[in-house]
């Protein structure tokens, strides 16, 4: 089923929740080895249902998925050795201290008390909580509590990595901290990554690729300048100062040029290479005598692939408190 | 971090177990508060309860004919109504402290580690059986300091007794525990609510308790309720841990005693297990 190098794959998984609500709808994409995959979606997407399904907590209606070669319905023990997961709640004990904590997660792992001892001291260094790891987790701040998180999510150095939302809640510093982790994860140690984001700059900073998902389908897979590209690339828009002079001809001969408008007298000029473009496109214009009086450039943000393949922003798209509520509900009863 | 991840991991399917357990055990010995309070109810319990009700008292004396000590003997197996009810509490304390059992599931959850533990390589009945096992180990160290608070009030024990009976005690309250708590654990495990639990517990307690020989021999109640308590496993164990220590006429029941509790603590843990393959998910 799978290729070698497809550390995750996914065929038709399908989550429905009291025969009525179906929160994951038959996704079907695959992870390579290496890799941060995303799921970006606003909140209700079916994001965490999809990840529950994956490190086997929930089991999927329909469909199936492999970790590492492990059916996830068939070989969950296998799946859950070889993972590690960094949920989007807390789930520490605060009653025991960071410390003990880590040497909990290793036990439920099987890992030897000889190697988890050493093991948990160089994940404490790693996050930056070695001066309280003999702290109650009560007394810790979210920032720490979510490296903490980390720390037990990497104890069995699983090769695949799965977190939910992983700066949920988090300030700017924080974040950008995290961010750092989970590239320094993939880059040190080649692990894959797999996280669910509903911030548009988290999923493009950390991404490899994002599988955009809306309503418990997955619209459009790609790299985020591969997204971003799709929209029709950079879009350069610039005045000259004889306006009544049409150069449109001019300046679609220009390497990279894909589309040339006139609004209003300025050109608006779509590329697939704005840094490239824009001075070669001032050249030109300037060879030709003319002078450039503005010109501005902006790349096109995931919030335009966002809204390109669901027809509604990823503000819009975060639903109204009352059917988040609904869904809740729903989800809730479904296994209360 | 996968560079040296050949480290000898344990595939058993219970190295959870103790890990859990142990964690369990550990949030109780190091609270001394919770440690305390709870030696500190039995002694409540007995010493208001258990002295303030001198039935034997109430039978007049002088009376030709009528002998306190042999009325109390019929009714209650021994001249001594704290006796009676002490060993009565030494066994209706694992209700008490195995109720929470079912309290820390629904806890667990509510404060996401349930979910991690499920994401983690450790069977789902290791999980149950962590909080049964502690559950057990707390009820024992209870039981055991109802009876040397017992012991230090005063306690008549029968001919029945000797150095052993200790023993028989422990291992009796093992087994109502185990099934108590499984019980409770069975009956939240698909709870995600506070109010759950604690609406089991005040459903169960009284009947457990009231439909047992915790405070009045079951022979002398209304045929109804002797039907009630005549499959209620707690006065099985009341009925055990009174005959180890306070009575004298031999042991007479005491095999199928063990035997009734037994089947029920093994009975009702086999459920709770299996309950948890199903319900126990996200």
Known sequence: ????????????????????????????????????????????????????????????????????????????MDVRSAIGVVPQEYTADEDLTGYENILLCADLYGIPRSVSKKRAMDLLKLVELTAFKDKRVQTYSGGMRRRLELACGLINRPKVLFLDEPTLGLDVQTRTATWNYVKMLKKEFGMTLFLTTHYLEEADALCDRIAIIDHGKIVVIGSPTELKDSLGGDIITLSIQKEQEDITNLISKVEHVKEVKKENGSYIVK?????????????????????VTKLSLTKPTLNEVYMQYTGRSMRDAEESPGTVMAQRMAMRRAHA | MSKDAETQVSKSRFHGLWALTHRELKKWYQQPFILIMGVIQPILWLALLGKAMNLSAMIPSGIPGVSSDAIMMQTFGTTDYFSFMAMGMVAFTTVFTTAFTGMSVVWDKRLGFMNKVLSTPVSRSAIILAKVLSASVRAIFQAGIVAAIAFALGLVTGSNFAWWSIFGVFAIVFLISVGLSSLFTALTLRSTRMEMPQAIFQLITLPLMFASSAYFPINKMPDWLQAIASVNPISYTIDAVRRLMIFSDGFGPLPLDFAFVGAFAVIVTIICVVLSWRYLNK
Do not use: C, Y
């Not at chain 1, 695959?30 to 941060?36: A, L, N, T, W």
């Not at chain 1, 995303?38 to 086997?56: E, R, S, V």
């Not at chain 1, 704005?274 to 070669?280: D, F, K, Q, V």
């Open chain 1, 271 to 291: 590329s697939s290479n704005g840094e490239l473009t824009a001075p070669l496109i001032i050249e030109a214009i300037r060879r030709n005598g003319h002078v």
């Open chain 1, 1 to 76: 089923m799978s290729k070698n190098d497809d550390v995750i794959v996914v065929e038709g998984l399908t989550k429905v929740f009291n025969h009525s609500l179906t929160a994951v709808d038959h996704i079907s994409f695959s992870v390579k080895q290496g890799e941060i995959f995303g799921f970006l979606g606003p909140n209700g997407a079916g994001k965490t249902t999809t990840i529950n399904m994956l490190i086997t907590i929930m089991k999927p209606t329909e469909g199936k998925a492999e970790i590492l070669g492990g059916d996830i319905a068939k070989q969950s």
